[in-house]
């Protein structure tokens, strides 16, 4: 059988259609602006250790809660009821109460894996004695709780171990380990309390970070956005 070839004249709107769909989808996603740190009641689409994004809106009963800490500017939001628009650096409230403080955190400044840091290092390289490796380990980020909440790929193990000061090391098996939301491991419901002021490396598989822990940190659940390692951005 021969099958007879015929050119298909599309019409121009539809092309336009096509082209206008495709451009959004190709759009990039915006970068979360904060992290759920608990909720109370029943969301949709909401739930415990979720990045939410700036134009979000979460849609909360009277009687539910949530909260937030934005990573960029700190702010430490509990919120009760009302509509919530996720916003750059707060949220805005419509109907529901809401009450804030300033944390301390990094400023957006944890989500530093392994491939920036060859890339800064190899930046570095060219411009420094060739000792520089000998050098102590230079901390990326400061965070402002004793006890970190770490983002990664579950498999394997963690290590984190100070760098300034010999002797202290933990290691988690990651299968064994409580990951919260697939992902997360908060090393305040492992009873993990770093030293204040201590410089720490952590490490998983080929991916790690170096870290200092603020002399004024404190321990156990303390905003994660001041206490938030990302080994997985993605």
Known sequence: MKFAHAQLKIP???????????????????????????????????QLMD???PGQVIKLGPKDSIVLSYLTSCQ???????????????????GGTVQRTTSQCG???MALTTQLADKSAAMAFRQVPEDAAKKPAQ??????????????????ALVIERVDVPGERHDFVLADAH???GKFLDLAA???TLAPGGIYRARVGTEEIVFKVDKQAEPGWTP??????RLQTN
């Not at 980020?141 to 394997?156: A, D, F, M, Q």
């Not at 994660?224 to 390692?229: H, P, S």
């Open 12 to 46: 121009a709107a539809l092309l336009f259609a096509v082209a206008s769909v495709s451009t959004v989808f190709a759009a990039p996603a915006q970068s979360p602006a904060a992290i759920v740190e608990d909720v109370e009641g029943k969301l949709d689409g909401i």
């Open 51 to 53: 990045y939410v994004a």
């Open 76 to 94: 430490h939001e509990t919120i009760v009821g009302g509509t919530v628009t996720i916003g750059t650096d707060r949220s805005d409230v419509a």
């Open 107 to 109: 400023g957006g400044k």
């Open 139 to 156: 901390p990326q980020l400061t965070l402002y709780g004793r006890s970190p909440v770490v983002e990664l790929k579950p498999i394997g």
């Open 179 to 181: 990951i919260l939301h």
């Open 190 to 192: 492992s009873g993990v």
């Open 224 to 229: 994660i956005a001041g206490r938030l390692l």
